[in-house]
């Protein structure tokens, strides 16, 4: 595999909405993964908002900008280990072969092209990965993300003065009596029993409270009234049940979720449709323009896919806006 170094397209952190690799139940995205030829989704989607800065991930040179088919907007950069891939933009603001450096910006964030909802597709394609692998050549970008090890703990320890060892407090010397003359002298190695008070013990000794019990007392005192009124408050408060709350949180979730998926769908579709339609148009230019047509020319000319490309004909065909000549392998279409 190639040596490839790359750090996030964006700053700040956003979530993985849609994984390298991943399938979806969803019937559209399982009908565009089979149109694409791929048998899992080729690139990771983060969730930025629409309008976030997207920047390069790895040092480049853009080969592509604008729009490209299903991947709406998009911007392609050339490495020397292969290509990265940013889509679904909301606009691009660099040019073909512009050099770039890992960092600068690219573009900001949207919604275009075949999409549910705002966010970033990202994708990575090696030169040295087989193109059948399933996802027309691309990998996984995750492992060739740069980790950078933060040195900023370690200096920072470094340059500190390690803090002392505490010292135990001295006790005080006692002045010993001298013994009287016939008496054995106490040893100096078995000091007397208070020389080592022992505060764990004192602590538990019920003649001494602790200052937390005393101060409590105090309080308890100073606010007899507040007191009773808290033990009335406890009284009436009803006993919770948790797992009819967790419930009902659930239950308000699934419908705020629900409400977004929904809004969600509904801008996707307007955005196809507007889509659509611009295609179309284009495409009696481009017919206009060349006089008679391939589906092999729209495919290449539109970035999509060669199903996407004789629905389109077939459709202003049947709307009686262009000619459709020869049959299956020979077609051609005029205006």
Request: charged share 30%.
């Amino acid at each position: 595999m190639a040596d490839i170094s790359l750090r996030l397209p964006f700053n700040r952190d956003y979530p993985v909405s849609f994984a390298f690799g991943a399938t979806s139940e969803n019937e559209e995205i399982k009908k565009k993964f089979s149109e694409w030829g791929i048998v899992g989704h080729n690139g990771i989607d983060y969730g930025l908002p629409e309008g976030t800065e997207v920047m390069a991930a790895a040092d480049g040179k853009v080969i592509q900008s604008g729009e490209n088919g299903d991947f709406g907007i998009s911007v392609t950069l050339e490495h020397p280990w292969g290509q990265s891939l940013y889509a679904h933009l909301k606009e691009a603001k660099v040019s073909q072969d512009q050099e770039l450096k890992a960092g600068d910006v690219i573009g900001l964030s949207g919604q275009t092209g075949a999409t549910f909802g705002e966010h970033l597709h990202f994708g990575i394609k090696p030169n040295d990965t087989d193109t059948d692998n399933g996802y027309l050549g691309f990998v996984d970008p995750s492992p060739y993300f740069g980790k950078p090890e933060d040195k900023t703990v370690e200096k920072k320890a470094q340059g500190q003065k390690q803090p002392e060892t505490a010292q135990p407090i001295e006790q005080p010397k006692v002045e010993e009596p001298k013994p009287a003359e016939g008496q054995k002298p106490v040893e100096e190695s078995e000091p007397p029993e208070e020389v080592k008070p022992e505060p764990e013990k004192q602590a538990e000794t019920p003649t001494q409270p602790s200052e937390p019990q005393v101060i409590v007392k105090e309080v308890i005192k100073e606010i007899p009234v507040e007191k009773e009124i808290i033990k009335e408050v406890v009284k009436e408060v009803p006993v919770v049940n948790q797992e009819e709350v967790q419930k009902q949180v659930e239950a308000k979730l699934q419908e705020r979720l629900k409400t977004e998926q929904d809004e969600r769908r509904r801008l996707a579709n307007e955005a196809r449709a507007k889509k659509k339609t611009d295609n179309l148009n284009r495409i009696l230019e481009f017919v206009r323009e060349r006089k008679m047509v391939t589906n092999d020319d729209v495919r290449d000319f539109l970035h999509v896919s060669q199903s996407t490309a004789t629905n389109y004909l077939t459709e202003l065909v049947n709307r009686g806006m262009l000619m459709r000549e020869g049959k299956r392998g020979g077609t051609k279409y005029t205006a």
